[in-house]
């Protein structure tokens, strides 16, 4: 709000001149816009599974900076409160967890960045000698490639290019496996360089990438509720219930000026299907198929079936729906330490199915 010392204004009308007074305060010119930016634009994904936008340029150990694995539902466990300044700190609480089934991912590339005016770019790839057959359903089979030489002081990040095994996992329907990139951090060039290569062509399992008591960022998709009016979309307040025509949507477009309607003003249309990350998630606990009855219900996870690959829990909800591929990635906004003394007393293993 801009404050303004009394003035007048005086207007010349002929032989009487009309004084107008000005009051102490004047309209403030703009405020502050509502919403977060982050969520738009709010349309359709262009792919059921997340992509990994940006990486933690993070120092230490040569390792992976992201994984992935099938979201197979919720259950909750006892275990005992491991948060320090939480009021039931030390003490025995029900919690709910997510189950993600992570079965291995398999290295088929590693590929060599510079850096360019535009960011980085690809200037070397190396494929492994064999892959699977189901492989080349996503991707072209290449007749003869030869990867270019190139100089350690050109390189500037190293990536490796990793597939999933879905027909591995009975509880979805395809078969498919998804491709996409893996960051690998370290100290310096020639360690990610050799770590990477010395990868290439073998399987990855979760506890290369975290371990029990690690947060972790879990990118999805959400789960889409289609076509969707004001009020469900947005949480806009009903209209009064004697309005003219309808109480379910807003009631104005906007100002004359700037005259067409802006992107921030809450209109029907997508809800859900759209990409999310949240961040500093807690991986509780991680099982190898051969421990896959601690955590599978009877008659079965709800629109998923049976666990029978390594799996993790994960402390909370995570986005997407059963089914839906979710990717692990490094945190990036950690500020709470690990936890090393996770002790979980009781996993619920009752049916979800209902009476």
Request: hydrophobic share 35%.
């Amino acid at each position: 709000m801009l404050n303004a010392t009394p003035c007048c204004l005086l207007v010349s009308g002929g032989k009487n001149d009309v004084t107008v007074q000005f009051g102490e305060k004047m309209a403030t010119p703009h405020h502050p816009r509502r919403g977060s930016k982050g969520y738009y634009p709010r349309v359709r994904a262009k792919r059921d599974h997340g992509y990994i936008r940006s990486w933690p340029e993070k120092e230490g150990k040569v390792r992976l900076q992201a994984f992935a694995g099938y979201k197979v539902g919720m259950t909750h466990v006892e275990m005992v409160d491991y948060r320090k300044s939480s009021v039931t700190a030390g003490q025995n609480i029900f919690s709910a967890v997510t189950v993600v089934e992570v079965p291995p991912l398999k290295v088929a590339a590693v590929r060599y960045y510079a850096d360019d005016t535009e960011g980085i770019r690809v200037i070397s790839e190396k494929w492994a000698d064999k892959l699977d057959d189901s492989v080349f359903e996503r991707i072209t089979r290449p007749k003869e490639f030869k990867p270019t030489e190139i100089k350690i002081e050109d390189v500037s990040d190293v990536r490796a290019l990793v597939y999933t095994s879905p027909e591995s996992v009975t509880g979805i329907p395809k078969k498919v496996p998804e491709f996409f990139e893996v960051r690998i951090a370290g100290d310096t060039v020639e360690e990610r360089i050799k770590f990477a290569e010395s990868k290439l062509g073998s399987e990855i399992r979760f506890n290369e990438f975290a371990k029990p008591g690690q947060f972790v960022d879990v990118i999805g998709v959400t789960k889409g509720k289609g076509f969707t009016g004001h009020v469900e979309r947005f949480g806009v307040k009903l209209l009064p219930k004697n309005n003219r025509k309808h109480r379910r949507m807003i009631g104005t477009l906007g100002p004359w000026h700037p005259n067409f309607v802006r992107e921030t003003v809450p209109q029907a249309g997508q809800m859900g299907f759209q990409q999310r990350t949240v961040h500093n998630i807690r991986v509780l606990k991680y099982g190898t198929s051969d421990e896959a009855s601690q955590i599978n219900v009877k008659g079965g996870h709800l629109s998923y079936g049976l666990v029978r690959n390594d799996f993790v829990l994960l402390h909370g909800s995570v986005p997407g729906p059963s089914k839906r591929l979710i990717k692990f990635r490094e945190t990036v906004r950690q500020q709470t330490p690990d936890a090393s003394d996770l002790k979980i007393t009781y996993i619920s293993v009752e049916s979800k199915q209902g009476d």
